[in-house]
């Protein structure tokens, strides 16, 4: 039973008037929603895309979308993606948007392009939907939201990016049809890039090439699992000796992309995932796509089921203690601009918003 009427939450109103830190209240439930108090949430690339003025989005808003907690109430019988019930004190995550189920877009597989989508620290605060992004206290999420359990002895630090990194890159995978006789080429090594390395590995790859400018970055890839690691310039000799089936470009840099064009075997497979915002074009000769079998996906945001692939492959890799160390110690929410600040500077692939000092 819910105990309090309020919560609090950064309400970010634009880059001339920023963040504020809001009390907010509790919302009225309607049939299928659900409210949770967060546990931790992580900064994406994209919420600093929309602080920086590079993605327009409406305002008001609560940002953040990497996020997990624990269920205060339901709405009526709501059920998770396995079919159980979603009761109080379930700790869950949650798909970055909403689907209708029903619309052309859901029946042909791709709810994430619901035709009323709805995405969580993408909208606008409205009467009903005020707690509608995870730098808050609690988030209200509304009816058409996918629910994922997650394991209680799962650290938050590995679970809270499963809605956006992870589950990004097993959609990714899915979409490629990779397997394990696959050779994998990862460019870009951030959050994405070190994922896709160590998730490639979890399915049996044997051959997974990372490739960045950063040689930090490189190194991670290699504790990550990767079996080579290249500087982009290198990527070329390295696939020519090696073969390139399956591309993750998760960089969205334009040259990056040109080179999975240039590097990718026959019959191989590209997913361009990180290209999210425009960029200069890039052009080729057809013909030897064609010739080639190429084959190439765009890959943006995921299905409920790669979610649940997500956190399945979160609770069994061995790489939980790298992941968790990707994380450093969690700003308080009273400090998001700060938290913003350091995200942005790149210093580690995500930042984090803990609520464990709020009182509930």
């Not at 990714?172 to 890039?193: E, I, S, Y």
């Not at 064009?261 to 497979?269: I, K, N, P, S, W």
């Not at 990707?326 to 984090?352: C, E, F």
């Amino acid at each position: 039973m819910m105990t309090t009427v309020n919560a609090t939450a950064a309400v970010w109103s634009g880059v001339e008037a920023g963040f504020s830190v809001d009390t907010l209240p509790l919302p009225v439930l309607r049939p299928g929603e659900v409210l949770v108090r967060t546990e931790l949430a992580t900064i994406c690339g994209s919420d600093l895309h929309t602080i920086n003025g590079d993605r327009p989005t409406p305002l008001p808003t609560v940002l953040g979308h990497e996020a997990i907690g624990h269920v205060v109430a339901t709405g009526g019988g709501v059920t998770a993606a396995d079919g159980e019930p979603v009761s109080e004190g379930d700790r869950i995550t949650w798909t970055i948007g909403t689907a209708c189920g029903t619309c052309r877009r859901c029946l042909r597989g791709i709810p994430q392009k619901c035709l009323s989508v709805r995405k969580y620290g993408h909208e606008a605060i409205d009467d009903h939907w005020k707690l509608n992004g995870g730098f808050g206290t609690h988030v209200h999420l509304v009816a058409g939201t996918g629910l994922v359990k997650v394991p209680g002895h799962l650290p938050a630090t590995v679970a809270t990016p499963a809605n956006c990194a992870t589950a990004t890159v097993t959609c990714a995978a899915r979409r490629t049809k990779l397997t394990a006789d696959d050779v994998v080429v990862v460019l870009g090594c951030g959050m994405l890039g070190l994922t896709a390395v160590a998730y490639a590995r979890d399915l049996g790859c044997t051959t997974v090439i990372a490739s960045d400018v950063d040689p930090s970055r490189r190194e991670l890839a290699t504790r990550f699992g990767a079996t080579t690691v290249v500087e982009p310039q290198d990527l070329a000799a390295t696939t020519s000796e090696y073969g390139a089936d399956v591309i993750f470009e998760l960089s969205g840099n334009s040259h990056a992309v040109r080179s999975a064009f240039e590097v990718v075997d026959l019959g191989g497979r590209i997913a361009l995932v990180g290209s999210v915002s425009p960029a200069p074009e890039i052009s080729f000769e057809p013909s030897g796509f064609v010739k080639n079998l190429t084959t190439v996906v765009g890959s943006h945001n995921y299905r409920v089921d790669d979610l649940v692939e997500a956190i399945d492959f979160l609770e069994r890799t061995p790489a939980q203690q790298l992941f968790a160390g990707l994380i450093p110690a969690p700003y308080a929410l009273a400090d998001i601009v700060q938290a913003t600040k350091t995200a942005s500077t790149g210093g580690a692939p995500r930042i984090a918003i803990d609520f464990k000092e709020i009182s509930s």
